[in-house]
């Protein structure tokens, strides 16, 4: 099957929009949003969701949401959607996968929990549209994360935003913007098993 172009969807469907309408995006990390949101600023009013349970220990994920508000301290028309931390979402979500290799199985279970939560945030919220910031890393598959998106949105009747961040140069600009912002950048995903030995 021939993969799509999911940056030139995006860009058919902001020439389309009309006024600006609400999204929730859910955000991976600091660094990783620093672009998404200078980008969609221009297009939404953004609500960021930082829920991401699979992200251990709690220390890190602390540090991490720090840094992700410095972000939305930068960059305007950003408001924060409360979430609180729930490690035990994400156990049962790896449970069994827990020896499968980066990239693979229980990443696809991970992204579908933060998504599912980003959808039914989004329709809770009243806002036309979710996305994510997942699809602006050179080691994530856009493919997977759209396909899971567009799953979500027939669920809970909310449209996903396709994306591929990458593009266009958007991971490099997110590191001159983490460079810019001061920002902690993180040497793994996110869990345990994904860390590096040291």
Request: glycine letters at 8%; hydrophobic letters at 30%; a positive charge.
């Amino acid at each position: 099957m021939m993969k799509r172009n999911y940056q030139l969807e995006l860009d058919r469907l902001l020439a389309g929009l009309e006024g600006r309408p609400r999204l929730l995006l859910h955000s991976c990390c600091g660094p990783c949003s620093s672009y998404v949101l200078e980008y969609l600023t221009r297009y939404f009013d953004v609500l960021l969701s930082y829920y991401n349970p699979n992200i251990q220990p709690l220390a890190e994920y602390e540090l991490r949401l720090e840094n992700q508000l410095k972000v939305i301290e930068r960059i305007p028309g950003v408001t924060l959607a409360e979430c609180s931390y729930d490690g035990r979402a994400y156990d049962e979500a790896a449970r069994g996968l827990e020896a499968e290799p980066e990239g693979g199985a229980r990443c696809t279970e991970c992204f579908r929990l933060r998504l599912d939560f980003a959808a039914r945030e989004a329709k809770r919220l009243g806002c036309g549209y979710f996305a994510t910031t997942l699809t602006v890393s050179p080691h994530k598959d856009a493919q997977r994360i759209n396909a899971i998106g567009e799953e979500l949105a027939g669920k809970y009747g909310v449209k996903w935003l396709p994306s591929d961040f990458k593009k266009r140069d958007g991971y490099k600009r997110s590191i001159e913007l983490s460079r810019e912002f001061g920002l902690y950048r993180q040497g793994y995903c996110g869990c345990l098993y994904s860390k590096p030995a040291p």
